[in-house]
C-alpha cells in the first residue's frame, strides 16, 4: 500500500504497535522494502522503555507521541488511537496535518483481487492518497466525533453567543 501510494525505500517509517507475533518473520518483508522502518523498541535503548514496560497505556503514549509530531500518519483501522490522534493532529496543526485515510473497504477489494496488475493498483492506491492530501480542514458533520473532528474557533463562537445570551438575560 505505501509503495503503492510512492513512498519509496527512503521514506522514515514509525510503526505505531503493540507486541507484534512472529515480528522477525512477519516483519521481514516491509523491512525490506523500507529499511528506515522504526519502532519504539528500536529508538529507544531498554533502560529508557524499563519504567514503560509494564504498563500498555504508557508503551501506547510514546507511539501517540510520536504520530503526534510526525509528518504525515497513515492510518488503517478505526479504534480510538487513530481517532484521538487525527483530531490532536488537526487541532495542533489547524486542519493542516497530513494525514493519510485509506478507504478500508476498496483496499480489501484490491488486495483480494488476484487479477490487478502493479499499474491499476499503484493508480488506485495514488487516487486514495490524493483524495486524503486535499481533503484539508474537514468539518465535523453531526454524527462525526468531537475528538476525530474537533473545531475549536466554533465551539468558541457558540460559547461566547450563548454567555452573552444568557448575562444579557439576567
Not at 14 to 42: D, H, R, V
Not at 51 to 74: G, N, Q, W
Not at 152 to 166: D, F, I, V
Amino acid at each position: 500500500m505505501l509503495r503503492g501510494m510512492g513512498f519509496d525505500n527512503n521514506t522514515y517509517i514509525f510503526l505505531a504497535s503493540g507486541k507484534i507475533y512472529n515480528s522477525e518473520k512477519t516483519m521481514a518483508p516491509l523491512l525490506e522494502m523500507f529499511p528506515n522502518l522504526q519502532t519504539k523498541e528500536m529508538l529507544a535503548s531498554e533502560e529508557e522503555l524499563v519504567p514503560y514496560k509494564r504498563f500498555s497505556s504508557r508503551m501506547a503514549a510514546i507511539d501517540y507521541t510520536v504520530c503526534l509530531h510526525s509528518e504525515v500518519f497513515v492510518t488503517t483501522q478505526g479504534g480510538n488511537f487513530p481517532h484521538f490522534l487525527m483530531g490532536h493532529r488537526r487541532y495542533l496543526y489547524s486542519g493542516h496535518s497530513k494525514t493519510i485515510r485509506p478507504d478500508k473497504r476498496r483496499l480489501a477489494l484490491l488486495f483480494d483481487n488476484p487479477n490487478i496488475g502493479w499499474r491499476t493498483f499503484k493508480r488506485q492506491m495514488l487516487n486514495m492518497r490524493s483524495h486524503s492530501d486535499t481533503k484539508g480542514f474537514e468539518l465535523k458533520r453531526p454524527n462525526d466525533s468531537i475528538y476525530t473532528f474537533p473545531c475549536p474557533g466554533c465551539m468558541c463562537r457558540t460559547n461566547k453567543s450563548e454567555a452573552a445570551r444568557s448575562s444579557s438575560a439576567t
